[in-house]
């Protein structure tokens, strides 16, 4: 069965770099046609996807988060992290790393979630 943890920090202060790591078991994130995604809930909002990285390494971004997000893996620990820089209060939310089937918004797998503050 594929499970998907994520870990990182509740709290980080404005301006710093948010860092999230997702724990893949049951599913190398090396295997072809599978993209691993990065989503985002802030409160009282909808779903707000961030990014991914693909099997292959490449990465695709949000155009309205781009310049400041980084997606990168561990493919020896099976995970995939991300960075996102400069957060503001803003980027409060509830963090979600996702299995994507063919890279085209098609989730069958979700971590629990994290919940990200942003405070100083």
């Known amino acids: 069965q594929v499970q998907l943890q994520e870990s990182g920090p509740g709290l980080v202060k404005p301006s710093q770099t948010l860092s999230l790591t997702c724990t893949v078991s049951?599913?190398?994130?090396?295997?072809?046609?599978?993209?691993w995604s990065w989503i985002r809930q802030p409160p009282g909002k909808g779903l707000e996807w961030i990014g991914y990285?693909?099997?292959?390494?490449?990465?695709y971004y949000s155009p309205s988060l781009k310049s400041r997000t980084s997606i990168s893996r561990d493919t020896s620990k099976n995970q995939f992290t991300l960075q996102l820089t400069s957060v503001t209060p803003e980027d409060a939310s509830v963090y979600y790393c996702?299995?994507?089937?063919?890279?085209?918004?098609?989730?069958?797998?979700w971590g629990q979630g994290t919940q990200v503050a942003v405070s100083s």
């Open positions: 049951g599913h190398s994130i090396t295997t072809n046609s599978y993209y």
């Open positions: 996702a299995r994507d089937r063919g890279g085209v918004g098609e989730y069958d797998y």
């Open positions: 990285i693909a099997a292959s390494g490449s990465t």
